[in-house]
């Protein structure tokens, strides 16, 4: 008999439950609606970009929140990633909120924040709830996510409701596969070459330029989100100095590197690197070529005098370049 009765108690109680299973909705022109998605951009993060950085957040949106159907009273609470195996949340990114000022980061640790609406017993109730999320780098970020990713649903102080007939208000993000690391290679070619030149009145009193003496040549990836893209590549010598020419093997003879009409000389370094731009074809590649004029710094060299041409060895420069970002 005492065993029918604590059945027959525990079978209220789930009738209970699912019979006042909070509902809350969100109040948006004059509609009850249970779900919003929003499309995050397409974002690519240079590799080199430090983790802990907001790299996508969204308005702070104000929604009208209007819950019924409350078995108890009880408080409205955000519920983080509802019917999400958290071990497939897209790895290098994490999620928070900012509700009513505070910043809420979400995880598998994170059982519930709770709202300013209380619902009363058998009562409805409508609140205003003012809520920004944001998601932030903390890794590298590939593979993304398929489909939406619900980031919070609004339900009651007894659990999430799973069921697919539930009406709770959730919020999810979507387009996150196309969020992701890019990562570049480069290769440069010809920037230490050796080349001829003639000796004559053009040389001394203003230089020559030398037309295509290298290449510098980016590949990057991931392919399908870089692909006919544009990136810019910091470019800028290992070997920095205040001198404003590259030595030659040649005594007064010297050097500076030009792309696009910018010149690359030893004072640009990586505190202070020429910005390139490479616009990228269907495979991920740019690839931009060097001019590179030489000038006389002394006229009182020997070689000077010797002959009307000279083979000239430039010394290597030791540039190197790295992802400013994408576009």
Do not use: H
Not at 124 to 140: E, N, P, R
Not at 239 to 250: E, G, Q, V
């Amino acid at each position: 008999m005492k065993m029918f009765f604590y059945l027959a108690l525990l079978f209220s109680l789930l009738i209970s439950k699912f019979a006042f299973a909070l509902d809350c909705y969100a109040v948006i022109n004059g509609a009850n609606i249970t779900s919003e998605i929003v499309k995050v951009d397409d974002i690519i993060i240079p590799e080199s970009a430090g983790n802990g950085q907001v790299i996508w957040s969204s308005p702070e949106y104000t929604r009208q929140i209007m819950c019924n159907n409350a078995g108890v009273g009880e408080s409205v609470y955000f519920y983080p990633f509802p019917r999400v195996d958290y071990s497939s949340l897209p790895a290098g990114m994490s999620f928070g909120i900012i509700y009513n000022g505070t910043d809420y980061p979400l995880s598998s640790s994170t059982k519930n924040i709770k709202t300013d609406i209380l619902v009363p017993k058998g009562g409805s109730q409508t609140g205003t709830i003012k809520v920004q999320v944001y998601i932030k780098k903390v890794g590298d970020i590939a593979g993304g996510f398929e489909g939406d990713l619900p980031i919070y649903q609004l339900d009651g102080v007894g659990g999430l409701n799973n069921q697919t007939s539930a009406k709770n208000f959730r919020f999810s993000l979507s387009n996150l596969s196309n969020v992701a690391t890019g990562k570049c290679s480069y290769a440069l070619s010809g920037v230490s070459g050796t080349n001829e030149i003639s000796i004559n009145d053009d040389l001394i009193s203003s230089g020559k330029v030398i037309t295509s003496v290298g290449t510098a040549s980016v590949s990057c990836t991931p392919i399908n989100l870089l692909k006919n893209r544009i990136v810019k590549m910091n470019l800028y010598t290992n070997s920095p100095s205040s001198d404003s020419l590259f030595k030659t093997d040649k005594d007064g003879l010297s050097y500076q590197l030009l792309m696009s009409g910018s010149v690359i000389s030893p004072s640009i370094t990586s505190s202070s690197p020429l910005v390139v731009s490479y616009s990228l074809d269907g495979n991920g590649e740019g690839t931009k070529s060097f001019d590179q004029k030489v000038f006389l710094t002394s006229i009182n060299e020997d070689w000077i005098y010797q002959n009307d041409t000279t083979i000239v060895q430039s010394n290597n420069p030791n540039l190197e370049m790295s992802v400013n970002s994408f576009e």
